[in-house]
Nanobody
Framework: QVQLVESGGGLVQPGGSLRLSCAAS????????MGWYRQAPGKERELVAR???????NYADFVKGRFTISRDNAKSTVYLQMNNLKPEDTAVYYC??????WGKGTLVTVSS
């Protein structure tokens, strides 16, 4: 079994930055891909970004150039650096691994 624990969410002003972390434990060796989804109130959950064990990445068009995903395989941890945040980025961000496992989510609120 795999457990995913997110951290790093919070309240930030428009234009600000946050860094999310997701640490995997349990049978977490070389999980691939690892990534982030988000769900805003009243909307469906959507892919934000994901990264494969070899380092290749996929990004949603709405975050290209603003968000960067990375991973530390030795720590079984994936990161999401979010820059130039916009109010429409407000959502619960969920860590996802191996097309199977989900974290409980961390809330990101972008507001002045």
């Amino acid at each position: 079994q795999v457990q995913l624990v997110e951290s790093g969410g919070g309240l930030v002003q428009p234009g600000g930055s946050l860094r999310l972390s997701c640490a995997a434990s349990g049978n977490s060796f070389n999980l691939s891909p690892m990534g982030w989804y988000r769900q805003a109130p009243g909307k469906e959950r959507e892919l934000v970004a994901r990264i494969f064990i070899g380092g290749s990445t996929n990004y949603a068009d709405f975050v290209k150039g603003r968000f960067t995903i990375s991973r530390d395989n030795a720590k079984s941890t994936v990161y999401l650096q979010m820059n130039n945040l916009k109010p429409e980025d407000t959502a619960v961000y969920y860590c996802h691994a191996a097309y199977l496992y989900w974290g409980k989510g961390t809330l990101v609120t972008v507001s002045s």
